[in-house]
């Protein structure tokens, strides 16, 4: 499988931004996918799930209620909307399975000024 991120750019604090994750091959549709993001000088972490058919979703406390997490099996996207975006939310952003596909694309970088 590979994994497209794109949709990241600079956005204000309090702004919104919508990621797409462009996946070929079909073990997309079976996979709960995922959400993850590095900031400079951090560990990779999760910050949103969602089941295979979308029905379930979870997210890190520190995302919990800005971020909303999507898929359409059908065009084999997945979706991050973010709100009310944060400095601290600044990281470049991936795409994955759960648990992670070998390879990883090379991610959309969000930078949120303050």
């Known amino acids: 499988v590979q994994l497209v991120e794109s949709g990241g750019s600079l956005v204000q604090a309090g702004g919104s931004q919508r990621l797409s994750c462009a996946a070929s091959g079909g073990a997309f549709r079976i996979k709960a996918m995922a959400w993850y993001r590095q900031a400079p000088g951090m560990q990779r972490e999760l910050v949103a799930r969602?089941?295979?058919?979308?029905?379930?979703?979870n997210y890190a406390d520190s995302v919990k209620g800005r971020f909303a997490i999507s898929r359409d099996n059908a065009k084999n996207t997945m979706y991050l909307q973010m709100n009310s975006l944060k400095p601290e939310d600044t990281a470049v952003y991936y795409c994955?399975?759960?648990?992670?596909?070998?390879?990883w694309g090379q991610g959309t970088q969000v930078t949120v000024s303050s």
């Open positions: 994955n399975a759960i648990p992670p596909f070998a390879s």
């Open positions: 969602i089941s295979s058919g979308g029905g379930s979703t």
